[in-house]
């Protein structure tokens, strides 16, 4: 199975119109178009009847202490951990591609919808958790939500695009799920995958 953005180079870096930020000199940061890129795949091996995606950063910082904060840097050693930007479930087998800004445009405050056309189903990312505590954007995140890496991390981001290719046609998933349920809902069910990575940084 092949996986391919034209929004992106394998391995290149995202533009900023499909983050959900981009640097800005004043405010060090602004929000973005946070369009989701253009995917297309071929290659689907036989015997497949749905397909899957997730989008993950696996550069995530995990202790939160020092992210954003004016005088203080994250060094690239430091631990990192997953920070998951978007699943899309039970696509059928009739679809081959994702255009650009389809599934997203621009940050809504508080999270985009979960509604789609069936069968497509969205999950919440880890922007719901990030905001949790935030007044004004705390949420449910449904769907894709772009790259925002903090600003003083010294690491560049690789943000992977994987699918899956699944012998089932819809995951057993109802309701509010997360990309970890999605993870564990397709195991076992897993015929193919392939990915594409993009990298980010707002790092100065």
Known sequence: ?????????????????????????????????NKNPHLAWSEVPSGTASLVLLCIDGDAPTDGTNVNKEGATLPASMPRA??????????????????????????????????????????????TSWFAGDQDMAGDYYGYDGPCPPWNDERIHHYVFRLYALD?????????????????????????????????????
């Open 82 to 127: 997953d920070f998951f930007h978007w699943s899309l479930i039970d696509i059928p087998t009739t679809r081959n591609s994702i255009a650009a800004g389809e599934f997203s445009q621009n940050v809504t405050p508080k999270g985009k919808p979960a509604t789609l056309h069936a069968p497509l189903r969205h999950g919440i990312n880890d922007y």
């Open 1 to 33: 199975m092949k996986l391919w953005s034209d929004s992106f180079e394998d391995g290149a870096a995202i533009p900023g119109d499909f983050a959900f930020a981009v640097r800005d000199a004043a405010t060090k940061v602004r929000l973005s178009a």
């Open 168 to 204: 089932i046609s819809r995951l057993e998933l109802e309701g509010r799920f997360t990309c970890q349920d999605v993870l564990q809902a397709m195991h076992g069910h897993i015929l193919d995958e392939a990915q594409v990575i993009g990298t980010y940084s707002l790092f100065e």
